[in-house]
T-cell receptor, first 111, second 114 residues
Framework: NAGVTQTPKFQVLKTGQSMTLQCAQD?????MYWYRQDPGMGLRLIYY???????DKGEVPNGYNVSRLNKREFSLRLESAAPSQTSVYFC??????????FGPGTRLTVT | AQSVAQPEDQVNVAEGNPLTVKCTYS??????LFWYVQYPNRGLQFLLK??????LVKGSYGFEAEFNKSQTSFHLKKPSALVSDSALYFC????????????FGAGTRLFVKA
């Protein structure tokens, strides 16, 4: 039982490059989330998926897209990376509205 | 607007002393409240939650939290701090809209000195 896994752990991009962050959970949770964590700002919700087949914008969705591929997997895509997207990204999952389980994070640097 | 506030950026306590990390919230309806802890270079870990029932909630690692509806607070407490409790603590509230979104506070860094 791996919980929530994320790949990659680290990534450096040049401005304008694209990439996809992968997330998978093996807890049969319906809901999945993508957050970014920046110093002094806590966690900010980028996108979430309440259930398979649905996705919704969170607090800071601009510059990102998501895909809920199936119940297990929820990916986050940066189409054209910008330095402002330098951050630590966390994926999480939960049963409906209950506590969330977090992945180990992806540290992204955009130069 | 629905929000969570953690008024202290950092809390310093001596090992063995009681600790309190403060949290206040603003949410419509009955709140679902959570505390999470983050150790360096790790994801957040769930500590405890309040949904309904007894106002004093017990969680992992000896932590507890007290829900106070009149003061809209959900402070995290521990009777005797350990050096290993030093970490970043987040209060969170589930907003009462579709999709079970959760709002996190900015975090409070707890430093326990030996």
């Amino acid at each position: 039982n791996a919980g929530v896994t994320q790949t990659p752990k680290f990534q450096v991009l040049k401005t304008g490059q694209s990439m996809t962050l992968q997330c998978a959970q093996d807890m049969n949770h319906n809901s999945m989330y993508w957050y970014r964590q920046d110093p002094g700002m806590g966690l900010r919700l980028i996108y979430y998926s309440a259930s398979e087949g649905t996705t919704d914008k969170g607090e800071v969705p601009n510059g990102y897209n998501v895909s809920r591929l199936n119940k297990r997997e929820f990916s986050l895509r940066l189409e054209s990376a910008a330095p402002s997207q330098t951050s630590v990204y966390f994926c999480a999952s939960s049963a409906q509205g209950d506590e969330q389980y977090f992945g180990p994070g992806t540290r992204l640097t955009v130069t | 607007a629905q929000s969570v506030a953690q008024p202290e950026d950092q809390v310093n306590v001596a090992e063995g002393n009681p600790l309190t990390v403060k949290c206040t919230y603003s949410v419509s309806g009955n709140p679902y409240l959570f505390w999470y802890v983050q150790y360096p270079n790790r994801g957040l870990q769930f500590l405890l939650k309040y949904i309904t029932g007894d106002n004093l909630v017990k969680g992992s690692y000896g932590f507890e939290a007290e829900f106070n509806k009149s003061q809209t607070s959900f402070h995290l407490k521990k009777p005797s701090a350990l050096v290993s409790d030093s970490a970043l603590y987040f209060c969170a509230v589930r907003v009462n809209t579709g999709g079970f979104k959760t709002i996190f506070g900015a975090g409070t860094r707890l430093f326990v000195k030996a």
